[in-house]
């Protein structure tokens, strides 16, 4: 079974780092791209990085650029999100998602599977 | 950034209902968009993807239909596990965004 459990959450101070963890399995992690995307309480989706298979490609939502770094580990099967300088806004249960490409000369992607989910809570 | 609108954000329907749920893009995403549902506490699940392919395993009155800017998700005739949210996203380029949502909720 294809499963993504992610780890790492809890309540930080502002200013405070969290760092999430993403271990895969059911699959060969090391072919894939992931991405992490949060969603505030009673909020929408927001993305927020992606990272490709072999970790020469990576992407930030502006809102966490220059703040958090993706990186992967595929001995481990593992993805991570190094997340610094948080602040309340950050606020989120933060998902990992693989990324599927369909190679047909369009490359359309999509997320599936998602994790469960952890909370980051961002709170004095 | 590709802003993405659905409407409407909430909707009330009865089991049985025909359902049209639609996403507009702010630019031209070809067929770069995917649809999820999102069940209260629970990780979003896809349902569409390349706007109107049909996820493995998820049942044939869900559809996707669309191109270009607009898009739809219909729900032929809805059964009470539908009853949820549901978010459009766009993968055409980063940042991958999403629609607000679209909450289902029964009449």
């Known amino acids: 079974e294809v499963q993504l459990v992610e780890s790492g959450g809890g309540l930080v101070q502002p200013g405070g780092s969290l760092r999430l963890s993403c271990a895969a399995s059911g699959f060969i992690f090391s072919r894939y791209n992931m991405n992490w995307v949060r969603q505030a309480p009673g909020k929408g989706l927001e993305w927020v990085s992606y990272?490709?298979?072999?970790?020469?490609?990576?992407y930030y939502a502006d809102s966490v650029k220059g703040r958090f770094t993706i990186s992967r580990d595929n001995a481990k099967n593992s993805l991570y999100l190094l997340m610094n300088s948080l602040r309340a806004e950050d606020t989120a249960v933060y998902y990992c998602?693989?990324?599927?490409?369909?190679?047909?000369?369009?490359?359309?992607?999509?997320?599936?599977?998602w994790g469960q989910g952890t909370l980051v809570t961002v709170s004095s | 950034d590709i802003q993405m609108t659905q409407s409407p954000s909430s909707l009330s329907a009865s089991v049985g209902d025909r359902v049209t749920i639609t996403c507009r893009a702010s630019q031209s995403i070809s067929n770069y968009l995917n649809w999820y549902q999102q069940k209260p506490g629970k990780a979003p699940k896809l349902l569409i993807y390349a706007a109107s392919s049909l996820q493995s395993g998820v049942p044939l009155r869900f559809s996707g239909s669309g191109s270009g800017t607009d898009f739809t998700l219909t729900i032929s005739s809805l059964q009470p596990e539908d009853f949820a949210t549901y978010f459009c996203?766009?993968?055409?380029?980063?940042?991958?965004?999403f629609g607000q949502g679209t909450k289902l909720e029964i009449k």
């Open positions: 990272i490709s298979s072999n970790s020469r490609t990576i």
């Open positions: 996203q766009q993968s055409y380029s980063t940042p991958y965004t």
């Open positions: 998602a693989r990324d599927l490409v369909e190679y047909s000369g369009y490359d359309y992607n999509w997320f599936d599977p």
